[in-house]
């Protein structure tokens, strides 16, 4: 299991340029939501490749506070086994701590008519409002009331399928939704729903289970209830993200690395965007390889839902863009605070201003090394990449946040050829 301890910091040498080969490990959203799912079946569900980061253990401890089984088995694979679940309330100190946590009530409402839970946790990343959730089960058929601080959600006889318009396709919410109507009575139809690959990948476990989803990528999703779901053993997608933020790592510093198993089927926006600005990507059944040239242009873009940019890419692209030779426009369409790393950046001398949604960024500028701090996640990947640029030495603060979402970061960044330490 890997720490959660609120905290902890790296020290990044700067003026480093990428080399090697490097593994891409399984999706963190992926992984939640399939361990979620879990919770459907009495029987055993094996996934492999689950990544060791913390957000996996919160929700592991989480699912355990609810009597769930979840161990590691000797060959590495996560197994879970909801066949003792004992309460259906998610205890607020473990839902406080990641977001996904509130996809345990989808799945709880679903199969036993009761749910209770906290708002969710996770980054600091403006409003994350839940109501497309919370309209969802009650579209189903469940009552939802708001009881001191937790949400409370009642369907003694049972949920109902039927049409359910999402007032924005939330990856989550889609999900919740989707695995309270796989055990619903009659048909769901899910309008509007999200079609990022981590669902997509959740509505293939959920059939390989037996549950009776169609559109599966499409913005509607059909589901057909069925009874009861059974177990499976599946494997957990490789991380876009992560494969995301080690090509941007490579262009930054002028490399070239090899992407093992980087998904770039699911890429195109990224490795659009890579390409305006210089990069040479080559890509194969087993992965990838990036090359970073000089000089790196100025491009612009927007986070956007899937298929567009990632939201979680915005902050370590526009951390390559401080680098890039003249004036880039970002716009962030999906969160409305995910800015938090423009601050950071400024500190190690970039040229970046923001206005709310949107950033302009001059480049390129000589980043020189600070203290800064890792704000949120994919904010701390930002800092991570502008250190490995900037001249001297960087010290990172609470890389707790980047242990929720990448796995053994320094010692992988040292396999490229980075001097990182962890402290
Ligand atoms: C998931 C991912 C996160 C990613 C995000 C967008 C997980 C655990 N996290 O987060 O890494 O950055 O998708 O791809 O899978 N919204 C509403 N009402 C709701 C729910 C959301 O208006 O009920 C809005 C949010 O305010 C936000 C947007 O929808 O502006 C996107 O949020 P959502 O897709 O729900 O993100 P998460 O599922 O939280």
């Given at each position: 299991m890997t720490t959660r301890v609120?905290?902890?910091?790296?020290?990044?040498?700067?003026?480093?340029?990428?080399?090697?080969?490097?593994?891409?490990?399984?999706?963190?959203?992926?992984?939640?939501?399939?361990?979620?799912?879990?919770?459907?079946?009495?029987?055993?569900?094996?996934?492999?490749?689950?990544?060791?980061?913390?957000?996996?253990?919160?929700?592991?401890?989480?699912?355990?506070?609810?009597?769930?089984?979840?161990?590691?088995?000797?060959?590495?694979?996560l197994l879970l086994n909801a066949a003792r679940v004992a309460t259906f309330e998610a205890p607020t100190e473990l839902i406080s701590e990641n977001r996904a946590s509130f996809q345990v009530m989808g799945p709880l409402l679903g199969r036993y008519g009761f749910a209770a839970s906290a708002p969710p946790g996770g980054d600091v990343i403006g409003q994350r409002p839940i109501d497309v959730h919370l309209s969802g089960f009650e579209a189903m058929g469940a009552a939802v009331t708001r009881e001191g601080e937790r949400f409370v959600a009642r369907a003694p006889a049972g949920l109902t399928g039927t049409r359910v318009f999402m007032d924005y396709p939330s990856v989550s919410g889609t999900q919740n939704v989707m695995m309270a109507a796989v055990v619903a009575r009659g048909k769901t139809t899910i309008v509007n729903?999200?079609?990022?690959?981590?669902?997509?990948?959740?509505?293939?476990?959920?059939n390989a289970m037996g549950a009776r989803i169609t559109g599966v990528g499409t913005q509607m999703l059909e589901i057909d209830g069925v009874e009861r779901l059974h177990g499976v053993r599946a494997r957990i997608m490789p991380?876009?993200?992560?494969?995301?933020?080690?090509?941007?790592?490579?262009?930054?510093?002028?490399?070239?690395?090899?992407?093992?198993?980087?998904?770039?089927?699911?890429?195109?926006?990224?490795?659009?965007?890579?390409?305006?600005?210089?990069?040479e990507i080559t890509t194969e059944p087993g992965g990838m390889h990036v090359r970073g040239g000089r000089p790196i242009r100025a491009v612009s873009f927007q986070a956007l839902p899937y298929p567009g940019l990632a939201?979680?890419?915005?902050?370590?692209?526009?951390?390559?863009?401080?680098?890039?030779?003249?004036?880039?426009?970002?716009?962030?369409?999906?969160?409305?605070?995910?800015?938090?790393?423009?601050?950071?950046?400024?500190?190690?001398?970039?040229?970046?201003?923001?206005?709310?949604?949107?950033?302009?960024?001059?480049?390129?500028?000589?980043?020189?090394?600070?203290?800064?701090?890792?704000l949120d996640v994919r904010a701390g990947a930002a800092v991570l990449l502008a250190a490995l640029v900037a001249q001297g030495t960087t010290i990172i603060?609470?890389?707790?946040?980047?242990?929720?979402?990448?796995?053994?970061?320094?010692?992988?960044?040292?396999?490229?050829?980075?001097?990182?330490?962890?402290?």
């Open positions: 609120r905290g902890g910091r790296y020290i990044v040498q700067g003026e480093a340029v990428l080399h090697g080969r490097v593994r891409i490990s399984g999706a963190k959203n992926h992984a939640l939501a399939a361990m979620c799912a879990a919770l459907l079946t009495d029987e055993d569900v094996i996934l492999e490749n689950v990544p060791y980061i913390s957000d996996v253990d919160s929700l592991a401890d989480l699912l355990r506070a609810l009597g769930a089984v979840v161990k590691r088995l000797p060959d590495g694979s729903a999200a079609t990022e690959p981590e669902v997509q990948e959740l509505c293939h476990l959920l991380d876009r993200i992560e494969a995301g933020t080690w090509a941007i790592a490579a262009v930054m510093t002028g490399g070239e690395l090899f992407l093992d198993e980087a998904p770039w089927e699911v890429m195109d926006a990224l490795l659009h965007k890579l390409r305006a600005a210089g990069a939201t979680d890419l915005h902050a370590p692209f526009g951390a390559l863009l401080t680098q890039a030779n003249g004036v880039s426009i970002i716009h962030e369409r999906v969160f409305d605070n995910r800015m938090l790393y423009v601050s950071e950046l400024r500190k190690m001398g970039a040229e970046i201003v923001s206005t709310g949604s949107s950033a302009i960024v001059s480049g390129p500028t000589q980043l020189h090394g600070t203290r800064v701090r890792a603060d609470d890389i707790y946040h980047l242990d929720r979402g990448y796995e053994r970061l320094d010692e992988k960044l040292r396999t490229m050829g980075v001097e990182v330490e962890r402290a």
